[in-house]
Nanobody, 113 residues
Framework: QVQLVESGGGLVQPGGSLRLSCAAS????????MGWYRQAPGKQRELVAT????????YGGSVKGRFTISRDNANRNTIYLQMNSLKPEDTAVYYC??????WGQGTQVTVSS
């Protein structure tokens, strides 16, 4: 059974930084894409960033230049999201995802002064 465990969320002031981690276990197959999505209250879930098994990266338009997705070189089933220059509109629950099939439980990110 595939499990995704996220960590690193929290409360941060505008302009601050946070780093999210996602560790996937139970995957007996090679994934195609791992990534991060987010959902703010009253809004649809949206793409934040994805990385393919081959290393190709895609970012959602609102986070380009501020967020960086990466993965553990020793364990390709672990990815990170470095979030810089955070804005109040980045406040959301952030979900880790594999192949648009498996989802983590989500971690809350709140940007507020």
């Amino acid at each position: 059974q595939v499990q995704l465990v996220e960590s690193g969320g929290g409360l941060v002031q505008p302009g601050g930084s946070l780093r999210l981690s996602c560790a996937a276990s139970g995957m007996t197959f090679g994934f195609n894409v791992m990534g991060w999505y987010r959902q703010a209250p009253g809004k649809q879930r949206e793409l934040v960033a994805t990385i393919t098994y081959g290393g190709r990266i895609t970012y959602g338009g609102s986070v380009k230049g501020r967020f960086t997705i990466s993965r553990d070189n020793a364990n390709r089933n672990t990815i990170y999201l470095q979030m810089n220059s955070l804005k109040p509109e980045d406040t959301a629950v952030y979900y880790c995802n594999v192949d648009l099939r498996y989802w983590g439980q989500g971690t809350q990110v709140t940007v507020s002064s």
